[in-house]
Each structure stands twice: as C-alpha cells, then as structure tokens.
C-alpha cells in the first residue's frame, strides 16, 4: 500500500516537473516581436526614433501613422517610468538614455533624429547622436 | 600779499581745486612709476573676463546619468523589442 503511495507520488512529480518544463518552454521564446503596421512604418521611414527616446512621425502625418507613433510612445513612457524608478533616475534622464540606445539600434534605411533636430537616414556608419550619448 | 605771485609759482594748495589736481598728477607719476617698474620686472597681468562665468553643472550630472543608465536602458530595449 504505501510502495504504491509513493509510486503515485513520484509519477504525480515528475508528470508535474514535464508539464513545468513545457509551460517554461512557452513563456519564454524569444523576445515579442513588432507589430507588422509598425514594422512596415519603421522599415518605410515613415517614423523614427527620436533623441529623447520616444518614436516621431517623420514625413505627412496620417491618422493611422498617429495611432501607431502614440501605442508605442505610450508602451516606452510606462517602461521608461518603470525603469527610471528602479535605477533612481527621473523618467526624462532614462528616456534620453533609452534614445541613445535606440538611435545606436536603428539599422541602415531607418530613420534617426539627429542632434539639430533633423531626420537622417541611418548608413552603416554610426549615427548622429547627442553628445550626452555614451 | 599780491595775487599775482600765487598763480605764477604754484605755491601752497589755496583752494580744493588746486589740491585735487595736485593729488591726480601725484597719483598719475606714482602710476606710470609702477607700470614701469611692473614692465621691467616682467609682470603678469591679470583680466576679468567680459562675460560671466557659467558653470553648466546641469549637463554634466545629466551626462554621468546617462553613462550609468546606458547598459540598463540597452537591455530594457532588448526585453521590449516589440515597442523599439
């Protein structure tokens, strides 16, 4: 009777450590991935990546363009917000931080703001960026 | 005593005109003096500048920020690569 307990309970176990395992396996894939609209936004240079660390529509604004610039903007402030109280700095210090960061990230033909405001449009050479950047 | 003789050899100070200007030829010989002496004796000369002096603190603290904040900020954009 208790040989069959303890079978029952180590099966009960390692059934339990498999499912654990699986469920692991699928929470934690590879980092999210963007949205396809804004994707297509960023890979057309209709938006980039601002120096204080906040997306910027680039040409002709659009209602749709608006809509993605502000869901992504308002997901950044949160983590920005998040992060800055973490790391004892004010949400503006990380957000430049997060720009430096996020303008060095851009690849060739995304769209960058440059130090004098202007959009530029990322080379393989490094961008232009604040002289605050790191 | 005729008033002639004063004004023809500067005699003695009399009023507070001719004492002020006794006291400035004074204070310009003793001047050239020291510039003179100042010039032989290979000086250095020191100015105020025109404009104030500005210390921006404000950018240097926000740059060491930002250098601290940096390896941070870079992982917080790997983790959320869906909004960057």
């Given at each position: 009777m208790g040989e069959l307990m303890t079978k029952r309970l180590t099966k009960a176990v390692l059934s339990g450590a498999a499912i654990a395992t699986a469920l692991g396996g699928i929470a934690a894939p590879a980092y999210a991935q963007r949205d396809p609209a804004y994707a297509a936004a960023r890979a057309a240079g209709e938006v980039g990546e601002k120096m204080d660390g906040y997306l910027g529509i680039v040409g002709p604004e659009t209602a749709e363009l608006r809509r993605i610039v502000n869901d992504i903007n308002i997901k950044r402030r949160a983590v920005y917000s998040q992060k800055a109280q973490a790391s004892n700095a004010t949400l503006e210090e990380y957000a430049l931080a997060a720009g430096c960061q996020a303008i060095l990230a851009t690849v060739p033909g995304e769209k960058y703001q440059a130090p004098d405001g202007s959009w530029q449009t990322r080379t393989s050479a490094p961008p232009m960026r604040d002289s605050r950047c790191p | 005593m005729k008033p002639h003789e004063l004004t023809d050899h500067?005699?003695?100070?009399?009023n507070c005109d001719m004492q002020g200007n006794a006291a400035m030829k004074g204070l310009k010989i003793s001047a050239a003096a020291c510039l003179a002496s100042l010039a032989l004796a290979g000086c250095v000369t020191v100015e105020a500048p025109t404009e104030p002096i500005v210390i921006e603190l404000n950018v240097n603290i926000r740059q060491e920020v930002i250098y601290r904040l940096a390896e941070d900020a870079g992982n917080t954009i790997e983790e959320n690569a869906d909004i960057f």
């Open positions: - | 500067e005699g003695r100070a009399t």
